[in-house]
């Protein structure tokens, strides 16, 4: 009789935890396919199809959000970028990344200075240049700055070589107003942490207060559409213990954040207890957290820049290299600050002869920044299998970036930013830049561009490639976490000037809403 009642009992039907219907699913997978609707369970994708496949998917206590016809892309992934040490003082900072009127970003300073006590320093910890107004090139006066912030010392950092400082942040490290706002190089700035006596005096922030600010910038970057990154900072940018200590197995922090091997070399001994260190290590690449390689600056005696014409010494590429050999030995990621040509082609000569007996397409070693780039570097790096990055800092130095050639030559090459210091952290920013060749003041920057499809591959799935998490992230499949953002606009179909403004409406990591302005106004939803 049991076996009778088993026969005829009938399962009952899985339904979704969550479904999304009536959208635009850009899915980004090998056919840039585009769907209606998908479902989630728990932290993963289980479907994607149409409004009435997926409907089949909801049950009693299904949660249901109706997309209202826009646009959803996969979670974006950054490459490259400074997070830790933005976390360190977020609570001083006021951010004009990406802002293209020089009043505007007179008001997010004075709205800043207004928020704090009498005597607080405020900074603008970099993110931005002068050229990036569009209503008038240049800096700001004392005068402007003074009337920003006119109890407030205030400053505002432009990469690591100059400020603009307001008369009281002058007046207390010994500078007379009367020398003007503008300054460039030490000791009010510096190429080296903390970067100059202007920096110096900025106050320790307090542990409660660093663990507010970790939120508060992941909660930014949520909102700018961002999921996940690669910290690629060194030991003085801040302790990158933090994350884990804030993170649970249970309640992960909203955003995935990879990062490198924390170390300097600024020597031949430096190089050997690198070389020891990275020998006791092993990579990492968790779901949320991990030790995923080494950069950006293997060893610090060879960091080229925009000025850079020649060579660095066979003497300085050895000691790099017994780092880097040590890397390959272990099986770390190598993502190496590489700006120019001349620094791409002498590492090449090097990696070409350990390709011989450690093959290097497995390990994804990546040259990253490239502002130039010669057709003979492309096609040596597509027979290496290695990959590129590229960040949207080259907009702001106006940088001619070969995209099109990068593209052409068939190497998988991902976009990042290069945040917070030297670059904004907005990823619309950078898929604008990539898509018009244009920065956010409307001027033409490059000469090669790509097309949307090319550039959101390149922010997502690409991206997903470069941290070997292609399996789990950088497209909507099933199968792969719920990390997706959902757009207030269409990004395949608005004019190509309108993609630097796109915004985020909801923003989910892993199945959980990390940002929604959808049912909440501007405000996020943290689960």
């Not at 009337?147 to 007046?171: C, D, H, M």
């Not at 630097?500 to 929604?516: C, K, S």
Request: aromatic content about 8%; proline content about 5%.
């Amino acid at each position: 009789m049991a076996a009778t009642l088993a026969a005829c009992r009938t399962e009952e039907p899985t339904f979704a935890e969550q479904v999304l219907l009536n959208g635009k699913i850009l899915t980004v997978d090998s056919e840039f396919s585009i769907n209606e609707a998908l479902a989630i369970q728990g932290e993963r994708i289980v479907a994607v199809g149409t409004g009435e496949e997926i409907e089949a998917q909801i049950g009693p206590n299904t949660r249901v959000i109706d997309l209202g016809g826009r646009t959803v892309i996969p979670g974006l992934i950054d490459n490259h970028m400074h997070f830790i040490r933005a976390v360190q003082r977020w609570n001083l900072q006021a951010r004009i990344d990406g802002v293209n009127s020089r009043q505007e970003a007179l008001d997010i300073m004075a709205a800043k200075a207004a928020s704090m006590e009498p005597g607080e320093w405020l900074m603008v910890q970099g993110g931005w240049r002068e050229n990036q107004f569009a209503d008038g090139g240049g800096g700001f006066t004392l005068e402007e700055l003074d009337a920003a912030a006119p109890a407030n010392p205030l400053f505002l950092q432009i990469t690591y070589q100059a400020v603009y400082a307001n008369s009281l942040a002058l007046e207390a490290v010994g500078v007379s107003p009367e020398e003007g706002a503008y300054h460039r190089g030490p000791p009010l700035i510096s190429g080296q942490p903390p970067y100059g006596l202007l920096n110096e005096q900025m106050p320790a922030v307090s542990q409660e207060q660093l663990e507010r600010n970790l939120f508060d910038f992941i909660h930014e970057l949520n909102r700018a559409g961002l999921t996940s990154v690669y910290d690629v900072g060194r030991p003085p940018e801040g302790d990158i213990s933090l994350l884990e200590r804030m993170s649970s197995e249970d309640k992960p922090l909203p955003l995935r954040v990879w990062h490198t091997l924390k170390y300097e070399a600024y020597d031949p001994q430096g190089a050997d207890a690198a070389v020891t260190l990275v020998r006791n290590s092993t990579p990492n690449n968790g779901d949320y957290l991990g030790l995923l390689g080494l950069g950006e600056h293997i060893y610090l005696p060879m960091f080229d820049n925009p000025g850079t014409t020649e060579r660095y010494s066979d003497e300085i590429i050895d000691e790099f290299m017994k780092i880097a050999t040590a890397a390959a030995e272990r099986g770390f990621q190598v993502h190496e600050h590489t700006m120019q040509d001349v620094t791409v082609q002498s590492l090449l000569d090097r990696y070409e002869v350990l390709n011989e007996t450690i093959p290097l397409a497995p390990l994804r070693w990546t040259f990253i920044h490239v502002f130039t780039l010669s057709p003979e570097s492309i096609e040596r790096i597509g027979e290496l299998g290695m990959t590129i990055a590229v960040h949207s800092v080259a907009s702001l130095a106006e940088a001619r970036v070969p995209l099109r050639d990068i593209q052409d030559g068939g190497i998988i090459w991902g976009l990042g930013t290069d945040a917070t210091i030297v670059a904004h952290y907005q990823p619309f920013i950078t898929l604008g830049w990539a898509v018009t060749g244009k920065n956010v003041s409307g001027n033409t920057v490059l000469d090669q561009t790509v097309s949307r499809e090319e550039a959101l591959i390149a922010h997502t799935r690409a991206n997903a490639w470069q941290l070997f998490k292609e399996d789990d992230l950088g497209t909507l499949e099933p199968g792969k976490f719920a990390d997706l953002v959902v757009l207030d606009r269409d990004y395949l179909t608005v004019p190509e000037n309108e993609i630097f403004d796109i915004e985020p409406v909801l923003t989910m990591v892993g199945g959980r809403i990390a940002y929604n302005a959808i049912e909440a106004g501007d405000e996020a939803a943290q689960e």
